[in-house]
T-cell receptor
Framework: EAGVTQSPTHLIKTRGQQATLRCSPISGHTSVYWYQQALGLGLQFLLWYDEGEERNRGNFPPRFSGRQFPNYSSELNVNALELEDSALYLC?????????????FGNGTRLTVT | KNEVEQSPQNLTAQEGEFITINCSYSVGISALHWLQQHPGGGIVSLFMLSSGKKKHGRLIATINIQEKHSSLHITASHPRDSAVYICAARGSARQLTFGSGTQLTVLP
């Protein structure tokens, strides 16, 4: 069984540009979560998608957005990039509807904003 | 004050030692996760527990709901256990609140 896959592995952008990060969940998982891990900081919850809809978002500005496609893969978009957006972005998937099902993480996308 | 507190922040042990990492939380939770993050960033979910104790190989996780406290134990530690261990509390709306992590280094 393939795990959660994220692409690209690394992404370098300049300030003001837009970044698009992608996540493919484990087959059968309908819930996708996005997390940010900035250097020296802990993991912060960004967004949760389930069955194609945004269910919850963390304390991030609106320029962080995303969507979930009918095949349950997901995109995270970051507009008007700022230097402090440089971080590791992790995606995790889980079975939807199962409140306490385990999380499976991807290896992350490392975004560098120069 | 962070809602999830971990201790210690850094831990160095000799191979074979018994290791304990602690996690306290102040929010009501439906489950507590223990995660392992290796250099490079990939995260592996070790345990998800809402009561009692779970064991997997040399790893043991316990939780005391009344005291809002969980511990991760590693028996017979090995250098390959070196990683960052993170506890995360799952509250309402399935949102996870993460601890700051414990950097474990096991020396041969």
């Amino acid at each position: 069984e393939a795990g959660v896959t994220q692409s690209p592995t690394h992404l370098i952008k300049t300030r003001g540009q837009q970044a698009t990060l992608r996540c493919s969940p484990i087959s059968g998982h309908t819930s996708v979560y996005w997390y940010q891990q900035a250097l020296g900081l802990g993991l912060q919850f960004l967004l949760w998608y389930d069955e194609g809809e945004e269910r919850n978002r963390g304390n991030f500005p609106p320029r962080f957005s995303g969507r979930q496609f009918p095949n349950y893969s997901s995109e995270l978009n970051v507009n008007a990039l700022e230097l402090e957006d440089s971080a590791l972005y992790l995606c995790a998937s889980t079975l939807g509807g199962a409140y306490n099902s385990p999380l499976h993480f991807g290896n992350g996308t490392r975004l560098t904003v120069t | 004050k962070n809602e999830v507190e971990q201790s210690p922040q850094n831990l160095t042990a000799q191979e074979g030692e018994f290791i304990t990492i602690n996690c306290s939380y102040s929010v009501g939770i439906s489950a507590l996760h223990w995660l392992q993050q290796h250099p490079g960033g990939g995260i592996v979910s070790l345990f998800m527990l809402s009561s009692g104790k779970k064991k997997h190989g040399r790893l043991i996780a316990t939780i005391n709901i009344q005291e809002k406290h969980s511990s991760l134990h590693i028996t017979a530690s090995h250098p390959r256990d070196s990683a960052v261990y993170i506890c995360a509390a799952r509250g309402s709306a399935r949102q996870l609140t993460f601890g700051s992590g414990t950097q474990l280094t096991v020396l041969p």
